[in-house]
């Protein structure tokens, strides 16, 4: 990949299930990347700066110093993002378009059906700060439909779109926290081998350790200026 890329991709990132996706997809790829770190639970996704490249305040976003025609270009949105840097390497996204539509749908699938749900569920299970049955129901119940779609799915194929691609590359990061969304995982076979093979490939597990330090360093469930800035979506005040 080095001749394809000299000069490093910029990763503004944090390690969730969102940023994941990248730091995975960049690994896999071989590309040269450098972080920038956006502390969300301390405010940095307000600063004009990051606004200015991701105006929905959230990670991931990328520089692309060498983008199309040899220009710089920024992307935000997960799914945009490996997307672009699956058509920009060739790699974990087909070029053929039978192919291609596989992966979008399930890729498609994650940023609107896992993701949010799982999201959903952990935040109403681990971190709201009133327990609302309702809510928790609602969302673990969705969460577990979700993992029996992708069980069966994964039940006559190894990935969830012919070859290992973008879709899976996007559910790794969300399926590893099965446990904080309540699910039981002894449910569905397919899936837990599924997420076997996944974690056990190097560069997920290099993707997934990216600043894993920083994942440490502040606990939504308890740090109360984190809950503030994320939770009440204003800046650190
Ligand atoms: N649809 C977006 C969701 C990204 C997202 O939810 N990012 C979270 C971290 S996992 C974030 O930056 N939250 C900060 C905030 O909501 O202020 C994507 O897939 O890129």
Redesign the pocket.
């Known amino acids: 990949m080095a001749q394809l890329q000299s000069r490093p991709i910029q990763v503004y990132y944090?390690p969730?299930?969102?940023?994941w996706k990248i730091s995975i997809m960049l690994e896999e790829c071989g590309l040269p990347y450098e972080v920038i770190p956006v502390n969300?639970g301390r405010g940095d996704?307000f600063k004009p700066d990051f606004l200015a490249l991701s105006p929905?305040?959230?990670?991931?976003a990328i520089v692309d110093p060498e983008g199309p025609d040899g220009a710089p270009l920024s992307v935000?949105?997960?799914?945009a993002i490996l997307q672009y840097l699956g058509r920009k390497t060739g790699l974990f996204y087909p070029t053929d378009e039978r192919g291609r539509v596989e992966v979008d749908q399930w890729l498609f699938w994650q940023?609107a059906g896992l993701?949010p749900m799982a999201?959903q569920a952990h935040h109403f299970r681990i971190y709201a700060p009133e327990k609302i049955p309702y809510a928790i129901e609602r969302y673990t119940n969705e969460v577990r439909r979700l993992y029996g779609v992708m069980n069966t799915r994964l039940s006559d194929r190894p990935f969830l779109a012919g070859d290992y691609s973008i879709a899976d590359i996007a559910c790794i990061g969300w399926a590893k926290l099965w446990e904080r969304q309540g699910q039981d995982i002894k449910e569905f076979p397919h899936f837990a081998a599924w997420l076997e093979r996944m974690l056990a490939r190097p560069a997920v597990k290099r993707g997934l350790a990216l600043n894993a330090e920083d994942r440490a360093k502040i606990d939504f469930a308890t740090d109360k200026q984190a809950q503030s800035v994320?939770f009440g979506?204003r800046p650190a005040g």
């Open positions: 944090w969730t299930p969102n940023g969300i996704q929905n305040n959230k990670i991931p935000f949105e997960s799914g940023m993701g999201g994320l979506q």
